[in-house]
């Protein structure tokens, strides 16, 4: 068994910033549009979700950005079943920077969720929108 069996579709990738409207700018110039602003009280950050078909961008600002070549902070996997696949990924001895399934109330949605690192430090969310 795959801890992809419940995969969905890619969530959205996060991509930091230290300028959000440069960055809102350049991606609706790309034909992106913003489905969401927002702030994230526990970061303490501003952030925006882009839009072009099924791609959604989440930017944050934030004085941390590396803003530089391979500076995208993570992908996020939607998956359907987040504890059966946080079950497998610790099976596997996957290795993860969750030791449990994180819950947020981001705005109107709750979700669920728990990152691994790949191979070569990258970081992959796996998350369910409840």
Known sequence: MSILNDLTGI???VI???NLQKTIKFYLDLG???ILKTFNIEANEQVAFLQFKDIIIQTNETLNAKEKIQAIDHMSINISDIEKAFKEAK???Y???DD???YRHFCKNEVKFFTLIGPSNEKIEFYQKL
Do not use: K, S
Request: aromatic share 6%; no cysteine; glycine share 6%.
């Open 91 to 93: 099976t596997r001895g």
């Open 16 to 18: 930091p910033t230290t």
């Open 95 to 97: 290795d993860l920077l």
């Open 100 to 102: 449990e399934v994180q």
């Open 32 to 34: 992106f549009e913003t």
């Open 11 to 13: 969530a959205h990738i």
